[in-house]
């Protein structure tokens, strides 16, 4: 199943009003945003864990990054509450749970395979910046392929961007005006590489996730 496969074209899921899709597992759905590939997939993904469910233990070939929006996501390394970004490079196993549910945003196959760089951020650990006017800016990752934070805009701030290679952003809470339309809580764009950014946050503002510059050679599948 490929979903927003053409990473040269801007894409856009308003993710909040769309169905969730049940997954293999019971009691784990999800709503895909992008993804080249069947069940093995290089994927980009809100899952939602009900209370009391599971995944099978597996291991991770490709790697996995993500960051919990509600509940609480639990594993043998730990419970990890909303706020919390995570990220599981490649070769790295688990088994996924959640005794309360949670839902996450959750990367697939988007590593680098040499990278064995395991960690996690509690939303309590980011340090916050200010990053232009009416943005502050808190780092999430940054390695020499890409970028990833969390930022604030303030109320009706304007935020332009130069050019880069590949940009996502994803709506925490509040929302924030693009390209005509209107992006809420968890609506996610994908600007290719080569785009720049114009957007206005809306009347309460906006937090988002973004993810920049990881988009500069053409994504592929894990058969690739």
């Given amino acids: 199943m490929n979903v927003n496969d053409d990473f040269s074209a801007r894409a856009a899921v308003h993710a909040g009003a769309a169905p969730w899709i049940p997954s293999p597992m019971p009691g784990v759905d999800r709503r895909p945003l992008d993804r080249i590939g069947g069940e093995v997939a290089r994927a980009t993904t809100i899952v939602r864990y009900a209370p009391g469910s599971a995944f099978s233990p597996h291991v991770h070939t490709g790697g996995e990054e993500f960051l919990v929006l509600e509940g609480v996501f639990q594993d043998e390394h730990g419970d990890f509450p909303a706020g919390t970004y995570v990220r599981n490079p490649p070769e790295t196993r688990h088994k ?129």
């Fill in 96 to 224: 996924p749970a959640s005794a309360e549910g949670c839902v996450i945003l959750v990367k697939l196959w988007q590593f680098d395979l040499a990278d064995r760089n395991q960690f996690h951020l509690h939303e309590g650990d980011l340090s916050w910046a200010e990053a232009g006017a009416g943005i502050s800016a808190a780092l999430l990752h940054r390695d020499a392929r890409e970028e990833v934070r969390r930022e604030r805009w303030a109320p009706g701030a304007r935020i332009l961007r130069e050019p880069a290679d590949g940009r996502e952003i994803f709506v925490l809470s509040g929302g924030f005006r693009e390209g005509g339309q209107e992006f809420a809580r968890w609506s996610w764009l994908r600007l290719p590489k080569g785009a720049a950014l114009d957007t206005v946050a809306g009347p309460e503002g906006a937090e988002v996730w973004v993810k920049e510059g990881h988009l500069r050679e053409a994504p592929k599948g894990p058969s690739a």
